[in-house]
């Protein structure tokens, strides 16, 4: 089986990168199956389901979703491989830009948008720098310089990336991406003992724990104190 | 030079001076080397403790190899210049959905040529503009193949980011920038490299007004330009500073904007123009014109005298609907005189 990790921003248009991308491996005969992760709330898994894909989500809740995601990956391939998928992909919003689930030797694809700025690529952590393909959304409504612009920006904080725009509407350029993602000499069948590519952002603090309540008395374990500049006046 | 010798041998110092780019790799991975341009680039990662590494995420192998590869890249794209331009693009046949080969052997279009796509939604021009846009090699669900003067494309085509084939406009493009039409363009021309900046901002205005009916100056923002101004500026900025040798256009609005003129403008600027419209002046203007149907080429039409001499007649109606258009703008009443 192979296996790879969608991850990107909110709403930067990866589900319909992915099932345009499925619609093009399909046709080749390829099966393909999903797992995707997300905070609160996503009704995404209708979408797969529509296309019938084989879907299964994973809503974190209370806890950090890329905590989720690694504590549960282990179980979601073993899945994929129970339905024997000859491709399992998982799908993870980047909720804080510093997110990145990314594995070693699993191909990393990085989801963003043209409208999100051009300052974005520097505000993304990991999950932009270490990805193996960035697949840049809706080229369609920005002007050719926004867009050439925004690769340049990406390509400075990751050149070893292939670029590839995607139209996730007319899935222009999902074929493309499939040749990519796919190579039928790969075979996982677990990812035991793998490591992440990029540690996940850690925090051990009271609030971590339930705190509610406001106010250093009530803080311990990893805090630390933003510099304001009037330290002195203490 | 080895690779080894650019991260640990050489000072920041020295590789500014001999690849003065790497500032946009530094600024954009967001590393203050304020205070380290005699160290190397190797000594300057050292200098962030473990907590600095995890607290902002820094990964120090990844800088390394990135920064070799980002030198890499700019060498290769500043070094595009000179190399050959791209003269013609061919298609060679390939299938439509039934299976069935598509009806005609190649099509060249040379650079200066105007080529336009009609067929019904759905029939499969996206797929048209993405086996150009991927320099397709038998390798896409139509099996047609695309050479670049006559020669199977370089790869570079498909993977690298600042070397894109094709350029698009399309009918819902906007602006989504907070800046003037200045810094815009300034910001373009950065990213591009170009050495005479003021001067390339200064002709794409000039461009830019030349189509627009309405003037627009250099203090704009350029989201409050109105439609016809912003797609002039699109399309001058894109004939003058985009590093594509093709343009794709997904009609053009008839508007605010002198069509036939931004059409000249992309061709006299090297450009080889594929048009995907409906709009009989925009697809007659065309040399020639391609019929989609059943995701696969069916006919190509060469734009015949007769249809010349329609196209002649168009013109005078849409002068006329502009006259108009611009006597209504200035406050005046119309007149039927006018036909």
Redesign the interface.
């Known amino acids: 089986m192979n296996i790879a990790t969608f991850s990107g921003p909110p709403s930067s248009g990866k589900t319909s990168v992915i099932l345009k991308t499925i619609e093009?491996l399909k046709?080749r005969g390829i099966s393909v199956g999903v797992v995707k992760f997300d905070c609160l709330y996503t009704d995404d898994d209708i979408l797969y389901e529509k296309a019938g894909v084989p879907v299964r989500k994973g809503l974190s809740g209370s806890l950090c979703p890329d905590h989720f995601f690694v504590s549960n990956i282990e179980e979601v391939v073993q899945w994929g491989k129970k339905l024997n998928l000859d491709f399992l992909i998982t799908e993870s919003a980047g909720l804080c830009n510093?997110c990145s689930p990314y594995i070693q030797d699993i191909k990393s694809i990085c989801v963003i948008d043209?409208?999100s700025?051009?300052n974005t690529?520097?505000k993304i952590?990991?999950m932009l720098?270490?990805a193996d393909i960035?697949v840049i959304t809706k080229?369609?409504?920005?002007?050719?310089?926004?867009?050439?612009?925004f690769?340049?920006?990406?390509?400075?904080?990751?050149?070893?990336a292939?670029?590839i725009?995607i139209?996730g509407l007319?899935?222009?350029?999902a074929?493309?991406l499939s040749?990519l993602v796919y190579d039928e000499n790969e075979e996982i069948d677990t990812v035991k003992g793998k490591k992440l590519k990029?540690?996940m952002?850690?925090a051990l603090c009271s609030y971590c724990l339930g705190e509610t309540r406001i106010g250093e008395d009530y803080q311990m374990g990893n805090v630390r104190k933003m510099k304001l500049g009037d330290e002195d006046d203490r | 030079m080895t690779d080894n010798k650019i991260i640990s041998s050489i000072s920041i110092k020295e590789l500014q001076e001999k690849y003065p780019f790497i500032i946009n790799y530094f600024s954009d991975n967001k590393l203050d080397i304020e205070g380290f341009e005699d160290e190397t680039f190797k000594e300057y990662l050292d200098h962030f403790s473990e907590e600095d590494i995890e607290e902002w995420a820094i990964d120090t192998e990844k800088l390394m190899e990135g920064l070799l590869e980002y030198i890499e890249q700019m060498i290769e794209f500043l070094g595009i210049k000179e190399e050959k331009a791209v003269e013609s693009l061919t298609i060679l046949a390939g299938k439509d959905k039934s299976g069935c080969k598509e009806r005609f052997e190649e099509i060249t279009v040379n650079k200066g040529d105007i080529i336009s796509i009609v067929g019904p939604t759905g029939s499969g021009k996206s797929r048209l503009l993405a086996d150009i846009e991927w320099a397709a090699q038998n390798d896409t669900p139509t099996g047609r193949t695309i050479l670049i003067n006559d020669e199977i494309p370089d790869k570079k085509w498909r993977f690298s980011s600042n070397n894109k084939l094709v350029a698009q406009l399309s009918q819902n493009m906007n602006f989504v920038m907070d800046l003037t039409v200045s810094e815009f363009l300034e910001l373009h021309a950065k990213s591009r490299m170009v050495e005479n900046e003021d001067e390339v901002i200064k002709n794409i205005i000039e461009a830019a007004n030349n189509l627009a009916g309405e003037k627009f100056n250099l203090d704009t923002p350029i989201t409050s330009l109105s439609g016809g101004q912003s797609r002039a500026l699109m399309i001058a900025d894109t004939a003058i500073l985009s590093s594509s040798p093709i343009v794709l256009i997904d009609e053009i609005e008839n508007a605010g904007i002198d069509r036939k003129k931004a059409l000249n403008l992309l061709v006299s600027s090297d450009k080889i123009v594929l048009m995907a419209t409906h709009d009989p002046i925009l697809a007659l203007m065309a040399d020639r014109r391609i019929v989609i149907k059943n995701g696969g080429i069916d006919k190509v039409i060469e734009t015949n005298m007769e249809e010349k001499k329609i196209l002649l007649e168009l013109e005078e109606m849409d002068k006329t609907i502009q006259g108009m258009r611009n006597s209504l703008r200035n406050g005046e009443e119309l007149n039927i005189n006018i036909f």
């Open positions: 093009a046709q510093r043209n409208l700025g051009i690529p520097k952590g990991p720098k270490s960035v080229g369609d409504i920005v002007s050719q310089a926004e867009r050439e612009v690769s340049s920006r990406v390509n400075s904080v990751n050149p070893k292939v670029t725009h139209n007319t899935g222009q350029g074929y493309e040749t990029f540690p952002p850690s």
